[in-house]
């Protein structure tokens, strides 16, 4: 069984930092795709940033040279988000399609303060 679960949301002030980390268990990130989405209050989930299984991220635009997706051999994914703005204030959640059928961590807050 698929379990995705999220850490490292919290309170920051514009400007600084957080990183999150999704842990997975029951699928191994080398062989399928993951991505982190987020929600803000009152808007649509939106895709942050993807890596594909053959080693290639993607990232939105609003996001692009200030977030960073990574991940290691535990198969754990973190997203490094630096240079955070009020506009970044969302719930995380990362997302795995294994079989075709979709997998969501439980989400993290990230709120940044102006």
């Known amino acids: 069984q698929v379990r995705l679960v999220e850490s490292g949301g919290g309170l920051v002030q514009a400007g600084g930092s957080l990183r999150l980390s999704c842990a997975a268990s029951?699928?191994?990130?080398?062989?399928?795709?993951m991505s982190w989405y987020r929600q803000a209050p009152g808007k649509q989930r939106e895709l942050v940033a993807t890596?594909?299984?053959?080693?290639?991220t993607l990232y939105v635009d609003s996001v692009k040279g200030r977030f960073t997706l990574s991940r290691d051999a535990k198969n754990t994914v973190y997203l490094q988000m630096s240079s955070l703005k009020p506009e970044d204030t969302a719930v995380y959640y990362c997302?795995?399609?294994?079989?075709?059928?979709?997998?969501w961590g439980q989400g993290t807050q990230v709120t940044v303060t102006s």
């Open positions: 997302y795995v399609k294994v079989w075709g059928n979709d997998h």
């Open positions: 029951g699928v191994s990130f080398s062989l399928y795709s």
């Open positions: 890596h594909s299984s053959g080693g290639s």
